[in-house]
């Protein structure tokens, strides 16, 4: 059983709200991600990174920032919300394994509606 | 990384054998293959993962071609609870690029 956590798991904001999207790892996992799956879609990698202080954008542009100052934190915000950031968001962390491999253990993932 | 391509749906019987294919023509030598799968209202779980030689753990085996331009995913005895989508993903390192996979369906 992974122990990745997520919070809020459902979250309704009206437009322009700040938000901050909650994740947390307690496995000392090195390497963090955020994807971002809207319904019936793929995931696309927004956020991602290999260590504290370490952050990188992903091969999704998205307006929201991260930050890792904790090895088992890395929050998501978004600024200013809009409905076009209506959509699931996911977390996962992993640890740089032999030869190259990572296993990534998921959260169960932040289901984000703005109206 | 490279690209992989996968059926977009697929159909099983209970208790029967599933092979779910990938091509990954574009594969470099140090690129792992790797399978997750995602449940309904889940995120992704690792499901198995190779580098040339076939493989088999708890939840399914991994079959590579020898080229290694091509692997099959066989889920030995599908229950309704192996419905999901099923992900190919090949690179090296942190970072999996999803595709659309394949939505394993699978009929008691």
């Known amino acids: 059983e992974a122990d990745i956590y997520q919070t809020p798991r459902y979250l309704v904001i009206g437009t322009g709200k700040k938000i901050t999207l909650e994740c947390s790892q307690t496995?000392?996992?090195?390497?963090m991600y955020w994807y971002q799956q809207d319904p019936g879609m793929e995931l696309h990698l927004i956020h991602y990174s290999y260590g504290v202080n370490s952050t990188e954008k992903g091969d999704l542009s998205s307006e929201s920032t991260v930050s890792r100052i904790r090895t088992e934190h890395f929050p998501l915000t978004l600024e200013s919300a809009r409905p076009s950031h209506t959509s699931q968001y996911l977390c996962a962390s992993s640890e740089t394994g032999d030869r190259g491999f990572d296993e990534q253990y998921f959260g169960p993932g932040t289901r984000l509606t703005v109206t | 990384d490279a690209k992989t391509t996968q059926p977009n749906s697929m159909e099983s019987n209970e208790e029967e054998p599933v092979h779910l294919p990938c091509n990954h023509s574009t594969i470099s030598g140090t690129d792992y293959i790797h399978w997750y799968r995602q449940l309904p209202s889940q995120g992704p779980e690792y499901v198995i993962h190779g580098l040339t030689s076939n493989v088999n753990n708890r939840m399914a085996s991994l079959a590579i071609a020898e080229d290694r331009k091509s692997s099959t995913l066989i889920l030995h005895r599908a229950t309704l609870r192996d419905a999901a989508v099923y992900y190919c993903i090949v690179t090296l390192g942190g970072k999996l690029i999803f595709g659309q996979g394949t939505e394993l369906s699978v009929k008691p």
């Open positions: 496995m000392g996992h090195d390497k």
